[in-house]
Every structure is written in structure tokens, then in C-alpha cells.
């Protein structure tokens, strides 16, 4: 079975922890391709995404960088309008 990561949303945390994605290949374990898949919305196996999990759940949030990104429920249009 596979699951679609919203791309937005992983890079988003990523970006909220400081990383790229080599930092969570390396950090999940994964391989950098399969994170680039998941990162274009590509479906990922389950065991895959339990493997991110773990590694962004293990990984600190950069203190102050939620108030530098645009909001999580952006318009995608311009991104600075929320979605109702």
C-alpha cells in the first residue's frame, strides 16, 4: 500500500527544521530519490512515510521560523491568502 505526502506540507516542515531534503534522506534513512519522489506528491510506501515521520518527529523546530514562513493553509493562487 502507498500514500501521497502533500509536498507543500513536507516542505514545509522541512523547511521549519532547517533541512533539505538530503538532510532528511539521510536522517530517515531513505534514499534522496525516493524523498524527491515524495517531495513532487509521488506516492511513497507506508513504511516510507513512518520512516519521515520519525526522522522530522526526531529532528528540533528551528526556534522563530514559523512566524518567517507564509501561512500552512495558504491560497496556492498567491500565497498569502488562507483557504476557507
Do not use: Y
Not at 78 to 84: R, W
Amino acid at each position: 500500500m502507498s500514500t501521497r505526502l502533500d509536498p507543500n506540507r513536507l516542505d514545509r516542515e522541512l523547511a521549519r527544521r532547517g533541512w533539505n531534503a538530503t538532510d532528511l534522506a539521510k536522517a530517515s534513512g531513505i534514499s534522496a530519490g525516493t524523498i524527491s519522489a515524495a517531495r513532487r506528491g509521488r506516492p511513497v510506501s507506508n513504511a516510507t512515510v513512518c520512516k519521515i515521520a520519525d526522522a522530522l518527529r526526531a529532528a528540533p523546530i528551528v526556534a522563530g521560523v514559523d512566524g518567517l514562513l507564509e501561512p500552512e493553509h495558504a491560497s496556492p493562487l498567491n500565497g498569502s491568502q488562507p483557504v476557507s
